[in-house]
């Protein structure tokens, strides 16, 4: 290898015996893009053809023109043979082996041949082979701006988590203690907004992501629960995603309990509407006594059959649910 190498270096990078001794396949990058920019080896040629036409014999003789008129001529001084600068850099099965490996010197039909070697697939893809050394391909790129733009969307989706989860935070904390989430005012000049939005300020004033998303985002915020208010129908989402999964937690210790005792209340709320308090009794899987709320149950009258109506099929589901398991 070392002394091929060696060999190769005394002859021009560019030169068809340079190629044979020390292929372009087995370059480095920046020995091929020196290959590039030197462009095709244009030695002199001195191929000379006996021809006889018409009685008369002369002799035909190449011109250096051609190199001027096909920029992807190349030729051998030792051989005195013209080649293909792409497909002998490129050269495979699918190509003509007289461009690449033996030569041509056949003058009279020169013109013709050069014109169906340029329109051989294989002389074009060699071609765009040449052109795209030391160049990104098309394809490459897409890929690197498609890698991109997953990774922007990962890190946007990873903010918007990180946003998401520090409100859902407030939220567990006002019900944890239970707090009130609305204020009397939560305009942005309020001196008193209420609990959830002071929560969401402090902790807005030590992240700096949450503090960027208050004064950037133009969609959600999160921070109010008013009508008046377009993010109020999202910061209600959260509760009752928050409710569904305490309810799926709650009717999963339920079907796993031995014992399970249903109390039910009717009560009336500020408004005059009639409910039905659901609350859940039952041992865990630890053997520890939970008293677990589940629900309010509007009733339409506060009479006996719909008492009885509501607390069966709703505070007697878990039952079922569990029976329906078991079997």
Same mark, same amino acid.
């Given at each position: 290898m070392a002394t091929v190498a060696t060999i190769a270096e005394e002859l021009p990078p560019n030169s068809v015996k340079s190629f044979k001794q020390y292929p372009f396949a087995r370059r480095t990058m920046a020995e091929k893009i020196r290959v590039k920019e030197l462009g095709p080896d244009k030695p002199e040629i001195k191929i000379t053809q006996p021809t006889k036409e018409k009685?008369?014999?002369?002799?035909?003789?190449?011109?250096s023109n051609w190199f001027e008129r096909?920029?992807?001529?190349?030729?051998?001084?030792?051989?005195?043979?013209?080649f293909c600068f792409p497909c002998i850099l490129f050269k495979n099965d699918?190509?003509?082996?007289?461009? &690449?490996?033996?030569? %041509? @010197?056949?003058?009279?039909?020169?013109?013709?041949?050069?014109?169906?070697?340029?329109?051989?697939?294989?002389?074009?893809?060699?071609?765009?082979?040449?052109?795209?050394?030391?160049?990104v391909s098309i394809a490459t790129q897409l890929d690197d701006g498609h890698r991109v733009a997953v990774r922007r969307h990962n890190e946007e989706v990873d903010k918007n988590r990180h946003v998401l989860s520090k409100l859902i935070d407030c939220i567990k904390f006002c019900g944890a203690f239970e707090l009130a989430l609305r204020g009397h005012d939560e305009s942005q000049?309020?001196?008193?907004?209420?609990?959830?939005r002071g929560l969401v300020d402090l902790l807005a004033s030590i992240d700096y992501d949450l503090r960027q998303h208050l004064d950037n985002?133009?969609?959600?915020?999160?921070?109010?629960? &008013?009508?008046?208010? %377009? @993010?109020?129908?999202?910061?209600?989402?959260?509760?009752d995603c928050m409710l569904a999964v305490l309810r799926e937690c709650i009717v999963e210790e339920v079907n796993a309990a031995q014992f399970v005792a249903i109390q039910a209340d009717e009560t009336t709320d500020i408004s005059?509407?009639?409910?039905?308090v659901l609350v859940l009794r039952y041992i865990d899987r630890n053997n520890n006594i939970q008293e677990r709320f589940f629900e309010f149950?509007?009733?339409?009258?506060?009479?006996?059959?719909?008492?009885?109506?509501?607390?069966?099929?709703r505070g007697?589901?878990?039952?079922?649910?569990?029976?329906?398991?078991?079997?």
């Amino acid at each position: 290898m070392a002394t091929v190498a060696t060999i190769a270096e005394e002859l021009p990078p560019n030169s068809v015996k340079s190629f044979k001794q020390y292929p372009f396949a087995r370059r480095t990058m920046a020995e091929k893009i020196r290959v590039k920019e030197l462009g095709p080896d244009k030695p002199e040629i001195k191929i000379t053809q006996p021809t006889k036409e018409k009685r008369k014999t002369y002799n035909r003789t190449f011109s250096s023109n051609w190199f001027e008129r096909k920029s992807w001529l190349t030729g051998c001084g030792t051989a005195n043979a013209l080649f293909c600068f792409p497909c002998i850099l490129f050269k495979n099965d699918k190509g003509d082996p007289t461009w &690449t490996e033996s030569g %041509q @010197t056949d003058l009279k039909h020169l013109s013709e041949r050069v014109k169906k070697h340029e329109r051989s697939r294989a002389h074009m893809e060699n071609c765009v082979k040449l052109a795209m050394v030391g160049r990104v391909s098309i394809a490459t790129q897409l890929d690197d701006g498609h890698r991109v733009a997953v990774r922007r969307h990962n890190e946007e989706v990873d903010k918007n988590r990180h946003v998401l989860s520090k409100l859902i935070d407030c939220i567990k904390f006002c019900g944890a203690f239970e707090l009130a989430l609305r204020g009397h005012d939560e305009s942005q000049c309020s001196d008193n907004p209420g609990i959830f939005r002071g929560l969401v300020d402090l902790l807005a004033s030590i992240d700096y992501d949450l503090r960027q998303h208050l004064d950037n985002a133009t969609v959600f915020k999160g921070t109010s629960k &008013t009508v008046q208010n %377009q @993010t109020a129908s999202v910061q209600n989402e959260l509760l009752d995603c928050m409710l569904a999964v305490l309810r799926e937690c709650i009717v999963e210790e339920v079907n796993a309990a031995q014992f399970v005792a249903i109390q039910a209340d009717e009560t009336t709320d500020i408004s005059t509407q009639c409910q039905l308090v659901l609350v859940l009794r039952y041992i865990d899987r630890n053997n520890n006594i939970q008293e677990r709320f589940f629900e309010f149950v509007k009733l339409p009258t506060a009479c006996a059959d719909v008492i009885a109506s509501a607390y069966y099929w709703r505070g007697c589901a878990p039952f079922f649910l569990r029976a329906r398991k078991k079997s």
